[in-house]
């Protein structure tokens, strides 16, 4: 009786499903790879072609037994597929070279397709192997994201920067090198980028590259070890992390700053910063040279338009530990409507503010906020929220957030 109702209920939910528009279905398929979404075609005459003109695919070669049997399976989906349905994003994971033909036969169908998203993720091999990619053009193409799973360190995708790709609007690359003889203008032929991402990115032959785009508002770089200087007007975005060999950054404009450091090589601007609306920085350098401390000192200085600051407690131990170079300036920071300082490490020793300190930090804006995260809390379930007049010391004050 149980099976039978079972059956029945079954049954019901899959004539729900059916009564879905394509859209909607295609939808629901768009989040498992074409492998599984063909098999519902099996589920009845209603079924049996809604693959075919799926606008998202997602192609894998993990579950195959061998890129021969893969190449195959991409050339039957392709030729089987709806020719008169444009394909707006494709996903392809895959082990082995960038040269083998399905990676060609389905950029190339993408392309002739009006893709507008591109995700290509080189999964990780048993050995070190260096995987080049070639340069591809696209009209149609709005989001582009290139990475390596699970690489060694030296194991990078390597491909040309002489991308035409004038529609692109956001840009990844994880675990990217390129390569070529020289990078005038790198992404120039991305005219209307906004959002670039680079985390362990790298240039053969050169140390460096200049990111000089008109339009570009978010930026992201994480890990890197290579010059880069930065020139973008309509920056609004900031993120840098652990990015060995930043130069100058030139953006006016900038409004949002998160940035994190153990290189002991800070971030300088070249422009006035009048836009500030919050600011985080994480200074985990254990250089204790008074010349690194002065250099923290020009970094806030730099920041002293910014609304909501948040800093970690080991830059303001850098702080205490040079009283000296603050103790006789004001504070930068007359437009601070918020202060949160937190501890990134919890095995060191509590460190407390000296008044020094607390005067340079908050003395130019005394209807701030100060929020003080305490080591036992610092998970970010609990934060102190006394005010800053009422704090002395380590007094601290608990409430959940």
Request: proline content about 4%.
């Given at each position: 009786?149980?099976?039978?109702?079972?059956?029945?209920?079954?049954?019901?939910?899959?004539?729900?499903?059916?009564?879905?528009?394509?859209?909607l279905?295609?939808k629901?398929?768009?989040?498992?790879?074409?492998?599984?979404?063909?098999?519902?075609?099996?589920?009845s005459s209603?079924?049996?072609?809604?693959?075919?003109?799926?606008?998202?695919?997602?192609?894998?070669?993990?579950?195959?037994?061998?890129?021969?049997?893969?190449?195959?399976?991409?050339?039957h989906?392709?030729?089987?597929?709806?020719?008169?349905?444009?394909?707006?994003?494709v996903?392809?994971?895959?082990?082995?070279?960038?040269s083998?033909?399905?990676?060609?036969?389905?950029?190339n169908?993408?392309?002739?397709?009006?893709?507008?998203?591109?995700?290509i993720?080189?999964?990780?091999?048993?050995?070190?192997t260096?995987?080049?990619?070639?340069?591809?053009?696209?009209?149609?193409l709005?989001?582009?994201?290139?990475?390596?799973?699970?690489?060694?360190?030296e194991?990078?995708?390597?491909?040309?920067?002489?991308w035409?790709?004038?529609?692109?609007?956001?840009?990844?690359?994880?675990?990217?090198?390129?390569?070529?003889?020289?990078?005038?203008?790198?992404?120039?032929?991305?005219?209307?980028?906004?959002?670039?991402?680079?985390?362990n990115?790298?240039?053969?032959?050169?140390?460096?590259?200049?990111?000089?785009h008109?339009?570009?508002?978010?930026?992201?770089?994480?890990?890197?070890?290579?010059?880069?200087?930065?020139?973008?007007?309509?920056?609004?975005?900031?993120t840098?992390?652990?990015?060995?060999?930043?130069?100058?950054?030139?953006?006016?404009?900038?409004?949002?700053?998160?940035?994190?450091?153990?290189?002991?090589k800070?971030?300088?601007?070249?422009?006035?910063?009048?836009?500030?609306?919050?600011v985080?920085?994480?200074?985990?350098c254990s250089?204790?040279?008074?010349?690194?401390?002065?250099?923290?000192?020009?970094?806030?200085?730099?920041?002293?338009?910014?609304?909501?600051?948040?800093?970690?407690?080991?830059?303001?131990?850098?702080?205490?530990?040079?009283?000296?170079?603050?103790?006789?300036?004001?504070?930068?920071?007359?437009?601070?409507?918020?202060?949160?300082i937190?501890?990134?490490?919890?095995?060191?020793?509590?460190?407390?503010m000296?008044t020094?300190?607390?005067?340079?930090?908050?003395?130019?804006?005394?209807?701030?906020?100060?929020?003080l995260?305490?080591?036992?809390?610092?998970?970010?379930?609990?934060?102190?929220?006394?005010?800053?007049?009422k704090?002395?010391?380590?007094?601290r004050?608990?409430?959940?957030?």
């Amino acid at each position: 009786m149980d099976s039978r109702h079972g059956k029945v209920r079954m049954k019901v939910e899959g004539d729900r499903l059916s009564t879905l528009p394509d859209d909607l279905i295609h939808k629901i398929l768009s989040f498992i790879d074409i492998k599984h979404a063909i098999r519902t075609s099996a589920l009845s005459s209603r079924w049996r072609y809604i693959w075919t003109s799926m606008p998202c695919l997602s192609f894998s070669n993990e579950h195959f037994h061998s890129l021969p049997e893969f190449s195959e399976f991409v050339t039957h989906v392709l030729s089987a597929r709806n020719n008169q349905t444009e394909v707006h994003s494709v996903k392809l994971a895959f082990r082995g070279k960038a040269s083998q033909p399905f990676v060609k036969r389905i950029l190339n169908y993408a392309f002739s397709h009006n893709v507008q998203q591109l995700n290509i993720t080189f999964l990780h091999e048993d050995y070190m192997t260096k995987t080049y990619l070639s340069a591809f053009s696209s009209q149609s193409l709005k989001n582009l994201t290139l990475s390596r799973c699970g690489c060694a360190c030296e194991d990078f995708i390597t491909t040309s920067p002489s991308w035409y790709l004038p529609a692109l609007t956001t840009l990844n690359l994880h675990h990217c090198s390129f390569f070529g003889e020289k990078y005038p203008g790198l992404f120039s032929k991305c005219a209307n980028l906004k959002n670039l991402t680079l985390k362990n990115f790298n240039t053969m032959k050169f140390h460096g590259f200049n990111i000089i785009h008109p339009r570009l508002s978010s930026l992201t770089l994480e890990d890197g070890c290579i010059d880069v200087n930065v020139a973008t007007p309509q920056l609004k975005n900031l993120t840098v992390i652990n990015w060995s060999r930043m130069h100058l950054v030139d953006a006016p404009d900038l409004a949002s700053l998160h940035y994190k450091d153990h290189y002991g090589k800070l971030l300088k601007f070249s422009t006035e910063l009048r836009h500030l609306e919050k600011v985080v920085v994480c200074i985990q350098c254990s250089n204790e040279d008074k010349e690194y401390t002065r250099n923290i000192v020009c970094l806030l200085q730099q920041l002293r338009s910014v609304k909501f600051l948040t800093l970690n407690l080991e830059l303001v131990k850098h702080l205490s530990s040079s009283v000296e170079l603050i103790s006789h300036q004001p504070s930068p920071f007359t437009n601070l409507k918020s202060l949160k300082i937190y501890p990134t490490d919890v095995t060191k020793p509590e460190v407390t503010m000296s008044t020094e300190v607390k005067n340079y930090l908050l003395g130019s804006s005394q209807g701030a906020t100060f929020t003080l995260v305490s080591y036992e809390s610092c998970d970010g379930c609990y934060i102190s929220t006394k005010p800053y007049d009422k704090i002395e010391g380590a007094t601290r004050s608990m409430a959940r957030i």
